[in-house]
């Protein structure tokens, strides 16, 4: 048995145990509103045994990234659509009110559109009170280590067999 062929089991464990962990990192880091972003998170394993790989690859929704990055710039407005289908998702009554926006006998649709002009205007001035959230580089480089650390340790093993199997032959 070559040595990729033994591991390949460990590998696809390690995979859905990394997605995971990133799942419970965005959940930890707040990032949770309307379950977008953890539905994204997805991962695969391609054996390609011919060549002796193996491809994990992983993605999620790219937005997920932006809270992690240390400056995030705006130039100009925010798409305003997309940020009031956003806060509709989310629902209205989960933002704050204030004495000129109150939701009782209001239109929601009008609400969503002032919160939204609100957020746009107040991420393109540079005013913006959104602070990093580190939540994906770290653990994804601890669990990238580990897996390092278990495939040094499982290809030792592997060559200390077939040294062993070599020798009794």
Known sequence: MELIE?????????AREFVQNRIRDARA????DTQELLNSFASTAVNQAAESLIFIGFAFQEY?????????KYLGLLPLDEIQAWVIRKGVERFKTTKSRTYKGAD??????????????????????????????????????????????????????????????
């Open 6 to 14: 033994s591991f390949t089991p460990d590998l696809l464990a390690w």
């Open 29 to 32: 880091a707040g990032l949770v």
């Open 64 to 72: 997920g990234r932006y809270f992690d990055m240390k400056k995030v």
């Open 108 to 169: 929601k649709e009008k609400i969503a559109n002032q919160i939204a002009w609100g957020i746009s205007k107040s991420r393109s001035t540079g005013k913006s009170k959104l602070k990093r959230k580190p939540w994906y580089n770290t653990s994804k480089s601890r669990d990238i280590n580990r897996l390092i650390i278990d495939l040094i340790a499982h290809s030792g093993d592997f060559m200390t067999d077939s040294i062993k199997t070599e020798l009794k032959s």
